[in-house]
């Protein structure tokens, strides 16, 4: 099978979604997202945490980056498919199927390089600030951050396809957004979490990612746990959509969804 080629399909779809984010339309605006913003974000973490009397202040910091990350790769997902809902465009497209590279490429994307620099940029700010005298930890994360934002993608990819089963876009990634913080365990770990909740946090979204910031040894386990708990849950997503989008055909369903 030969790669996919990024002309064509792939071109338009990935031009399409960088004219239509705002802040990829001027470079004071880039450099403000860019760099500015995860700098003073950075800063302002930091000082947060150590004023809540959180003990493992620089792992909580690294963890809140990937975690950050993560999300804000899923709600951008989620932002591109829900302007395409309100154009009609989605319908079109998941009519004909939900396996569609370029249409999902274009939609990812953009995200994720608009959250990658800032994330790099606020770990190195999180070691200078904490000392600069453990590099394996900064390494651990710069390691992870390209999970985060793997994991961020496919989670993304399943708040906007099982978004399409409510007449509200943003209400599943809106839910995920304000729980994951709880169980992704980034302020406390999870063996201080009452056993019912520290179990339905390891059967979440990033809390391998989590985990592994705060472990010392080998970081593969974690990864293989996090991805195979994020294919459950895209799985999930596309057979929830999958029956929202026979429904429809049926004519079982006929409420205006788009």
Avoid: C
């Avoid at 989590?210 to 040894?217: C, L, M």
């Amino acid at each position: 099978m030969k790669p996919p080629r990024f002309d064509g399909r792939f071109a338009t779809a990935l031009q399409i979604a960088r004219v239509s984010n705002p802040m990829l339309t001027s470079v004071p605006e880039i450099i403000a997202t860019l760099v500015l913003r995860p700098l003073l974000g950075a800063m302002l973490l930091v000082a947060v945490l150590g004023s809540v009397g959180v003990t493992d202040l620089r792992d909580a910091a690294y963890a809140s980056i990937l975690l950050s990350f993560g999300t804000a790769v899923m709600l951008g997902a989620v932002m591109h498919v829900s302007s395409d809902r309100n154009l009609g465009v989605a319908q079109e497209i998941v009519s004909h199927g939900l396996w569609n590279p370029p249409y999902w490429t274009a939609k990812l994307l953009v995200p994720m390089v608009l959250g990658i620099v800032p994330a790099v940029l606020s770990s190195l700010v999180v070691f200078w600030v904490s000392g600069a005298d453990d590099g394996a930890a900064l390494l651990r994360v710069m390691l992870l951050i390209p999970l985060a934002a793997l994991i961020g993608a496919l989670i993304g990819i399943t708040a906007a396809i099982t978004s399409f089963a409510f007449s509200d876009p943003y209400m599943v990634s809106n839910i995920l957004d304000s729980v994951l913080l709880i169980t992704a365990g980034v302020v406390l770990p999870l063996q201080l979490y009452p056993s019912w909740l520290a179990f339905i946090a390891r059967l979440s979204p990033f809390t391998a990612l989590v985990e592994a910031v705060r472990s010392t040894g080998p970081i593969w386990p974690y990864a293989l746990r996090e991805l195979a708990i994020a294919a459950v849950w895209l799985l999930a997503g596309i057979l929830i959509a999958r029956h929202v989008m026979a429904l429809i055909r049926s004519g079982k369903r006929t409420e205006e969804i788009w």
